[in-house]
């Protein structure tokens, strides 16, 4: 488990994934447009809990992106989502300084790299309260409502100064 303030990242079971899906309110949720994925990463994931494990707010997962064919090359993608109730109290932002701590302290990989809807400004907030950097849109990348939606990427290098 890795604790911050008010907030930690421990195990996610099966159940609370089905929990957490059951609590969501879906609002970024992408199309399942039912194609076989060309290729397969490794997904791990970590609940997002009250600092105490009591409760579950949410989760986290991150996966590995290519750049070139050396480990070098190689980037954390993350992705997060917090039930409704959780959203809008710096929990957010909590919980990716803990992943990116977490992510450091425990792989070799340098760079950390995550996106959001264009529409989602309280993500954006966090991102940057964080210490992720800005880097430009990408253009139709995520696929829901039967529409192509952009994305705001972010990402934090190992040497980047903390917040």
Same mark, same amino acid.
């Given at each position: ?16 994934? &089905?929990? !957490? ?6 609002? %970024? @949720?992408?199309?399942?447009?039912? #194609?076989?994925?060309?290729? *397969? ?52 932002? &909590?919980? !990716? ?6 992510? %450091? @302290?425990?792989?070799?990989?340098? #760079?950390?790299?995550?996106? *959001? ?47």
């Amino acid at each position: 488990m890795v604790r911050g303030d008010d907030v930690a990242l421990a195990e996610l079971s099966d159940k609370d994934k &089905e929990w !957490l899906k059951e609590q969501s309110d879906g609002a %970024f @949720d992408v199309d399942r447009d039912g #194609r076989d994925m060309p290729f *397969t990463t490794p997904v791990h994931r970590l609940a997002v809990t009250t600092e105490s494990g009591e409760e579950l707010l949410g989760e986290v997962n991150w996966h590995p992106v290519k750049y070139g064919p050396s480990y070098g090359c190689v980037a954390w993608n993350f992705g997060r989502n917090l039930l409704p109730q959780s959203r809008g109290k710096g929990i957010g932002t &909590e919980v !990716l300084r803990l992943l990116v701590r977490h992510l %450091f @302290d425990t792989t070799d990989v340098d #760079r950390i790299e995550g996106g *959001t809807d264009t529409t989602n400004v309280r993500a954006q907030r966090s991102m940057e309260k964080a210490g992720f950097t800005r880097e430009g849109i990408i253009r139709g990348a995520q696929l829901r409502d039967g529409k192509r939606h952009d994305l705001i990427s972010y990402s934090i290098l190992r040497s980047d100064p903390r917040p």
